[in-house]
């Protein structure tokens, strides 16, 4: 299949003004000026329009609280222990909530979903397509982060139940006692690898869970909104040397510096929310821009069900309103978060071999009014 006579935003190699894509196999086979097109197959002619690679949204739990339901959908938190990194996200998510049509619908292709923030260490989460009736033929990267949390939300879950953690203290001693005896599961399974007369350690399926993210073949992606609460993430981070991201970081504008620095990377959002508890009260719709600014690798996301995923788009526009350069914010919602999540080299943007995930708009899709004429993904026309 061809697109022809379109103009083509890459994000990364910037913008063809009348190109074409050749879509083969599901994945873009070539790509160029109307003038390089040498033959031509079956081809939609998209004269007038830009085509865009999928929007990614870099944090949601979608599929895992199910549209219109309610304790029967809700699979994101399992708040009956505290430290539960052994948890697939793979093994809740319903690909057929109509979430995910709604997805589809704005343009949104790519997703990372998974558990929610009521354990200090939730389970894994998955970056998946947003189109399929079983999980194996959606995801792209499983496991693609580790879920952590800090600040309220655990304290909140386990303060009623009389149970720990009640603090910030223990939310992080929970956190690094577990990755301690992860490590030191490690290091026991190494030694018997190289020494016969060693013994393995007794299988354990939390350390097992952990071993990727310690290796650094796992992102740990750590819920984080009040500044101190940031800087526990970048120290808990630094102690045990994780590749890891900061997500949402809602007060991250204002130690945006010190970010840069540590070279931490932050998934912002929700931003088309009320401050719904007391670490929400500074936050500001300004702070992707800000935090760009200031030389962070920033991406948007919606938290959806926080924020419905349709309305990734507009959280961009948003973010451009408050001061965010237009290109950052489009990028926030395709390259930064595919290169945040370990996805880049199929999704993303728009290069010869990545995955044929397009998104097609006569005008800004950051709109109100925005919505896309075509949404390719895999190659196949899903809107």
């Known amino acids: 299949m061809y697109l022809i006579h379109a103009k083509i935003n890459t994000v990364t190699q910037g913008v ?3 190109g074409y894509l050749k879509i083969e196999d599901g994945v873009i086979a070539q790509m160029g000026p109307m003038e390089e097109l040498e033959e031509q197959g079956e081809a939609i002619d998209l004269h007038g329009f830009t085509v865009y690679p999928g929007f990614i949204d870099a944090h949601t739990h979608l599929g895992m609280w199910e549209d219109g339901l309610g304790f029967e959908g809700d699979d994101g938190n399992e708040d ?4 539960t990194p052994h948890l697939r996200a793979f093994d809740a998510i319903n690909p057929l909530d109509r979430c995910f049509e709604e997805a589809r619908q704005a343009g949104v292709t790519t997703v990372i979903t998974g558990p929610g923030s ?9 970056a998946m397509k947003t189109r399929g009736v079983r999980m194996e033929d959606c995801v792209i990267k499983e496991p693609v982060a580790m879920k952590f949390a800090l600040g309220e939300n655990p304290k909140g879950t386990y303060h009623p139940k009389g149970e720990t953690p009640v603090t910030r203290m223990a939310t992080a001693a929970l956190i690094r006692e577990q990755l301690y005896k992860a ?9 018997a690898q190289e020494d016969e007369d060693c013994d393995e350690p007794e299988y354990d399926m939390k350390c097992e869970a952990l071993l990727p993210v310690l290796r650094r073949e796992v992102k740990a992606h750590i819920h984080a909104h009040r500044a101190d609460d940031i800087f526990t993430a ?23 510096d010190a970010l840069r620095e540590e070279g931490a990377k932050v998934i912002t959002g929700p931003l088309l929310c009320d401050r719904s508890k007391p670490e929400l009260k500074e936050l500001s719709p300004q702070n992707p821009g800000l935090l760009t600014l200031s030389g962070v690798e920033v991406a948007i996301c919606t938290d959806h069900p926080v924020i419905p995923i349709q309305y990734l788009p507009l959280c ?28 880049d080299s199929r999704v993303g943007s728009i290069e010869v071999g990545k995955d044929a995930d397009l998104v097609v708009f006569a005008g800004d899709p950051f709109s ?11 190659g196949s026309i899903v809107m």
């Open 80 to 83: 009956t222990d505290p430290t």
């Open 316 to 343: 961009a526009g948003l973010a451009v309103k408050e001061g965010m350069a237009y290109d950052e914010a489009l990028k926030a919602i395709t390259i930064t978060p595919a290169r945040i999540c370990g996805i």
């Open 183 to 191: 490590r030191r599961y490690m290091q026991d399974l190494e030694k």
């Open 118 to 126: 009521a354990n200090p260490i939730s389970g894994q989460m998955v």
């Open 234 to 256: 970048v120290r808990l981070a630094k102690e045990f040397d994780l590749d890891y991201v900061v997500v949402h970081g809602t007060e991250g504008y204002k130690i945006a």
């Open 16 to 18: 063809i003004e009348e």
């Open 368 to 378: 109100v009014y925005a919505k896309p004429k075509l949404v390719m993904i895999g």
